[in-house]
């Protein structure tokens, strides 16, 4: 069974503060971990996934399988940042190639004040 | 066209209704997915079609049935339905399909099923 945590129903920062949103997995084989973003009013769309590295309108995330976390984090946080968040699993099979069976976590919404 | 595109945007059925949802993309993928979404809660896999067959059904009653015509296009058919099947009915697409199914999601704006 895949499962995905993220603790923090709301999350308020004030602009300029970093903001760090956390997500926690369970997975018994290789996970591939996303984060998507859903603006006011907007669909869902991708954020970044850990096997890219890439660094999305300043988000970060990295995968500790150690204790099984992909927090998100952004060191300046901005208005427009303000948003639902979830976190999400995908299982890798042995070929290193996803499953495609997406769980998405609770999601947070942040809120960004000025 | 890099776009998911759903129909309709609202639907109110009743129980007794037969109707049906659409999803369209015509970026050349080759796996499409269908989501139910309850208010402040996170999407819920329904199915997944791979090369246009069913891969995955996450045991979603039968008065819920899919179908996928070519590559482009996904239905979802809904009879019978119940007040608690009403939601947000996310349609989704990605390059590659079942087992390579690691690429980015593209999702829809969805349909908002009401059902009295």
């Known amino acids: 069974a895949q499962r995905v945590t993220q603790p923090e129903k709301l999350l308020s920062v004030f602009k300029g503060a970093p903001v760090e949103l956390k997500c926690n997995y369970s997975y018994s084989g290789s996970p591939e971990l996303f984060w998507y973003v859903q603006y006011s009013r907007q669909r869902l769309q991708l954020l970044l996934r850990h096997i890219s590295r890439e660094s999305i309108k300043g988000f970060t995330a990295d995968l500790n399988k150690g204790e099984t976390s992909f927090h998100l984090k952004k060191p300046f946080a901005q208005e427009e940042d303000s948003a639902m968040y979830y976190c999400?699993?995908?299982?890798?099979?042995?070929?290193?190639?996803?499953?495609?069976?997406?769980?998405f976590g609770q999601g947070t919404i942040l809120t960004v004040h000025p | 066209d890099t776009e998911v595109t759903q129909t309709p945007k609202h639907l109110v059925m009743g129980m007794t209704n037969k109707k049906s949802l659409k999803c369209e993309q015509h970026m050349g993928h080759r796996a499409m997915y269908w989501y139910k979404q309850k208010a402040k809660k996170p999407p819920e896999l329904m199915f997944v079609?791979?090369?246009?067959?069913?891969?995955i059904n996450e045991s979603v009653p039968s008065r819920f049935s899919p179908e996928c015509p070519n590559s482009s296009l996904l239905n979802l058919h809904l009879h019978a339905l119940q007040p608690e099947d009403s939601a947000l009915y996310l349609c989704a697409s990605s390059q590659e399909g079942w087992p390579s199914s690691g690429y980015e999601q593209y999702f829809g704006p969805g349909t908002r099923l009401t059902v009295t």
């Open positions: 079609y791979s090369y246009e067959k069913l891969s």
């Open positions: 999400a699993l995908s299982g890798l099979n042995a070929g290193g190639t996803s499953y495609g069976k997406l769980t």
